[in-house]
């Protein structure tokens, strides 16, 4: 599936299977009538404009991959807050947003997280909390100190808070407490899929530059394909 880029953004939007779409916040288009609820509890102008884009960017994007237009896709929240689209099992999808860009991943079949920071955060203060002592080990082999270590810490925050997102446990499992490297004796929690048996096969993970911030995914896929996701011919 191919959705085109912004202007400029000069890349393909589809990765190893996994739809990675980035926009950025914009007026004039119309609520969808399953947001009205939480759109009253929003009390700042920016946060609603944020919340309406973003749920725009999901619908637009799930729409594109099963052929509904963005108004016939409904959105819902598990018990911990993860967005879900009742009528698409197959398809999980991760939203994440760092001033006005907003970035969604979709997987087929499996558990997908996605997050964007802004590069040029000062990180080093946040090691302690997000870094396992194997982790700080390897940055110290590899020599990374000041504007490098920090760099090399916010690529590892993003992959945290994405792999977090696919669990969709929320902060149940703090970025200090895992780590992403097999070789790390923290070991790291097991993505499951819906019926909550665990999803033991391929696990990918990407970071990209994109509008200016730093996006990375984690994808988690089962051992065998699901089946061919299709669309919904009586729409």
Known sequence: MHIPPPAGAGRPLLVHGT?????????????HPDDAER???????????????????????LGALCGRTPDQIRLDRTALGR???????????????????????????GRVGVDAERPG????????????????????????HGADRDAELLRLWTLKEAYA????????????????DV????GRP???????????GRLTASTHLLGGALVSVVAAR????????EPDSSR
């Open 183 to 186: 070789a790390d004796p923290a």
């Open 121 to 144: 955060r000062r990180m080093s203060v946040l090691e302690h909390r997000m870094c396992t002592p194997h982790e700080r080990a390897e940055l110290d082999a590899r020599g990374l």
């Open 39 to 61: 759109l009253r509890a929003l009390r700042d102008d920016r946060t609603r404009a944020r919340f309406r884009a973003s749920r725009l960017l999901i619908r637009t994007t």
């Open 19 to 31: 739809v990675e779409a980035w926009a950025a916040l914009a007026d004039g288009h119309g609520d």
């Open 190 to 200: 097991v993505p499951r899929d819906g019926a909550g048996a665990p999803l033991t």
């Open 222 to 229: 089962p051992r065998r394909q699901p089946t061919r996701f």
């Open 83 to 109: 967005p879900y689209a009742p009528g698409l099992p197959e398809l999980d999808f991760s939203l994440s947003h760092t001033g006005p860009l907003l970035a969604v991943a979709v997987l087929r079949g």
């Open 165 to 180: 997102k696919a669990l969709g446990t929320g902060l149940r499992h703090p970025p200090r407490t895992f780590g992403l």
